[in-house]
């Protein structure tokens, strides 16, 4: 029953919804475009291309940029114990494609299909995986089926409980769903002991992969991010913010300036989330700044990150970290900023960060609910070098605790290609 509906009614309103969208975003724009597109190569490359004949295949599938930044370690460390394995690479978001299709270790980057029985039946039989891993909870549910079909092993990594099996309606469809996987790992026990009740199955505990792919990056940072390091300021930086955190911000700023006794300016370098024009003007309207496209060594005062993807490697010149989303739908990532071990804030969204929840428990995390708690917590970092240095050993400790997960998955995966004659 539920299946009718979900193909008679809710995917032929979502593909609706997205054509109307398509008239006013470009984002929904190119997700229509590409709609149809199944088959991908880069011939420049000399990589392989779907239709060939390659023994051992594998399909990655994450929603968006976040969730792709979980299988990435993984799909390296696939490819560094068996590097004849193609990856195919599939999102649901445009905005997550380009990385997706740029990353060296991905051998063909695509749009997932909207998931009819026909798209997804076409899209398998050109993708022709040996096994398929999808990240958190973005399992679709005719591509499940069609997987099945054809005895292709599925695993769930990273997965999270999806708040629609709570329903008691939806709950047997999602279980059924979520117990064709061959093999499904959560990153928390809440989660382990819920999915293992939804599906009557073993579900383990494995740490977020996130932590491994942050780990990665911060090894191979973009070094010319340097030049805007300065000893005689305290540097925040704000990241992935949205309108509230910056006013909050702002007002933290006054307020620091009107009372503050902080050894040295407070220096903000602020990165949007979305770093669109009007958003820039906007805070350039609210202080004084230089966008980053403009700044260099010798900038003086705030700094406005004016591009995307320079967020990570601008935390290694932090002296703390404001994360954005907390007042928002929710906190961004907080694992970026804490592999330097510097102390990091964010408003009080943190229920879908399973991070911030353990860390906020800790002084590595503080929940800010008020400007005043904002420019007390700035105050307390930025006078208090050994709160700071206490700080940088929890998550030390922390991130020591919660890396490898990467190399477990790789292994796991693997061994199900060995076991089901794939590899």
């Known amino acids: 029953m539920i299946d009718v509906l979900y193909n008679v009614v809710v995917i032929p309103a979502l593909r609706m919804l997205l054509y109307i969208a398509s008239w006013f975003s470009g984002k929904a724009r190119r997700r229509v475009r590409n709609m149809g597109i199944v088959l991908a190569h880069r011939s420049s490359t000399g990589r392989a291309s ?8 594998i399909w990655f599938h994450a929603a968006s940029m976040g969730e792709f930044e979980q299988l990435l370690p993984i799909i390296s460390r696939i490819k560094g114990i068996a590097p004849d394995v193609e990856i195919i690479a599939t999102c649901f978001s445009p905005s997550a494609l380009d990385a997706v299709k740029s990353n060296p270790d ?7 299909p909207i998931d009819t029985r026909k798209a997804m039946r076409r899209f398998i039989e050109d993708v022709s995986p040996n096994a398929a891993v999808f990240d958190r909870y973005d399992l679709w549910r005719n591509a499940v089926l069609e997987l099945n079909k054809r005895n292709i092993p599925i695993v769930l990594a990273n997965a999270t409980v999806p708040s629609a099996a709570s329903s008691l309606f939806l709950r047997s469809w999602i279980a059924d769903t979520y117990s064709r996987c061959i093999l499904i790992s959560a990153v928390t026990v809440e989660d382990s002991k819920r999915l293992a009740d939804l599906t009557l199955k073993d579900v383990d505990v494995l740490p977020d992969s996130r932590i491994d792919r942050v780990l990665d990056c911060i090894t191979s940072q973009d070094p010319s991010v340097g030049q805007w390091k300065r000893n005689d300021v305290f540097t925040l930086v704000c990241g992935s913010t949205w309108r509230k955190d910056e006013q909050m911000l702002f007002d933290a700023l006054d307020m620091l300036s009107r009372t503050s006794r902080l ?9 949007p989330h979305e770093p669109m024009q009007s958003v820039l003007a906007e805070i350039e309207a609210r202080i004084p700044c230089t966008r980053m496209s403009q700044a260099n060594s010798q900038t003086a005062g705030h700094i406005l990150v004016d591009s995307v993807g320079r967020l990570m490697a601008l935390y290694s010149i932090a002296d703390a970290a404001f994360v954005g989303g907390g007042f928002h739908h929710g906190v961004h990532s907080v694992t970026e900023p804490i592999a330097y071990n510097i102390a990091v804030a964010c408003g009080p969204m943190i229920h879908r960060s399973h991070h911030a929840m353990e ?7 503080s929940v800010v609910n008020s400007v005043e708690d904002l420019a007390s917590w700035i105050t307390a970092i930025a006078t208090n070098r050994t709160k700071v240095q206490e700080i940088a050993s929890i998550t030390r400790k922390y991130l020591s605790a919660h890396s490898g997960s990467s190399s477990v998955y790789a292994a796991r995966i693997l061994e199900i290609l060995s076991a089901n004659n794939r590899y």
């Open 263 to 271: 050894d040295s300016p407070l220096r903000l370098i602020i990165a």
């Open 359 to 365: 860390l906020s428990t800790t002084d590595a995390i």
């Open 106 to 112: 991905v051998d063909v980057g695509l749009l997932i």
């Open 50 to 57: 779907m239709g060939t004949t390659v023994r051992n295949r």
